[in-house]
Antibody, heavy 124, light 107 residues
Framework: EVQLLESGGGLVQPGGSLRISCAAS????????MHWVRQAPGKGLEWVSG????????SYADSVRGRLTISRDNSKNTLYLQMHSLRAEDTAIYYC?????????????????WGQGTLVTVSS | EIVLTQSPGTLSLSPGERATLSCRAS???????LAWYQHKPGQAPRLLIY???SRATGIPDRFSGSGSGTDFTLTISRLEPEDFAVYYC????????FGQGTKVEIK
């Protein structure tokens, strides 16, 4: 059974940094791209970033490029999102999501499994 | 960026009724790379439809998707109590973008 469990969310001041994690199980992480998708309070879903199965290729939404960095450690079955220069508009539930397409170098962006999310609040 | 516009914003229906949700793209979606998700408060989103018309694993056949190019539709043939939720369309042909969502509520 595929399971994704996010952790590391919390309250951070504007301009601050935070790293959130996603522990994956139930599938071979090396073979699938992984993504972060967020939902701000009262808003819809927004794709944030994706990383290929091998970790060699990454992709970012324009709204976060240069401030957020996605990475993965397949030996630990874990996905990360390092966040810097955080803004109030980054406040959201951050979901970890698995790509449906098999392939270690592909980033498609079709999400077949999601975690429950971790809340990041940026406020003074 | 491909902008997806969903309509209506809210759909008020009774159990047993048919629901028709629309998703219109600002430009053609490559290879019909269009998906639909169901999202309930406090839960993880759930993939329903991909490739515009293919049901994901375990999705009941009352859910169906259709369309191509810039116009796509999700149909729920007969609403069950557990189907009341927010539904999002998403394209993955050129980067990845979501529509703003359609809330299906109990009338």
């Amino acid at each position: 059974e595929v399971q994704l469990l996010e952790s590391g969310g919390g309250l951070v001041q504007p301009g601050g940094s935070l790293r959130i994690s996603c522990a994956a199980s139930g599938f071979n992480l090396d073979n699938y791209a992984m993504h972060w998708v967020r939902q701000a309070p009262g808003k819809g879903l927004e794709w944030v970033s994706g990383i290929s199965g091998r970790g060699t290729d990454t992709s970012y939404a324009d709204s976060v490029r240069g401030r957020l960095t996605i990475s993965r450690d397949n030996s630990k079955n874990t996905l990360y999102l390092q966040m810097h220069s955080l803004r109030a508009e980054d406040t959201a539930i951050y979901y970890c999501a698995k790509d449906r397409y098999l392939g270690s170098v592909v980033i498609m962006g079709l999400f077949d499994y999601w975690g429950q999310g971790t809340l990041v609040t940026v406020s003074s | 960026e491909i902008v997806l516009t969903q309509s209506p914003g809210t759909l008020s229906l009774s159990p047993g009724e048919r629901a028709t949700l629309s998703c219109r793209a600002s430009q053609s979606v490559r290879s019909s790379y269009l998906a639909w998700y169901q999202h309930k408060p406090g839960q993880a989103p759930r993939l329903l439809i991909y490739g515009a018309a293919s049901r994901a694993t375990g999705i009941p056949d009352r859910f169906s998707g259709s369309g191509s190019g810039t116009d796509f539709t999700l149909t729920i043939s007969r609403l069950e109590p557990e189907d009341f939720a927010v539904y999002y369309c998403q394209q993955y042909g050129k980067s990845r973008t979501f529509g703003q969502g359609t809330k299906v509520e109990i009338k």
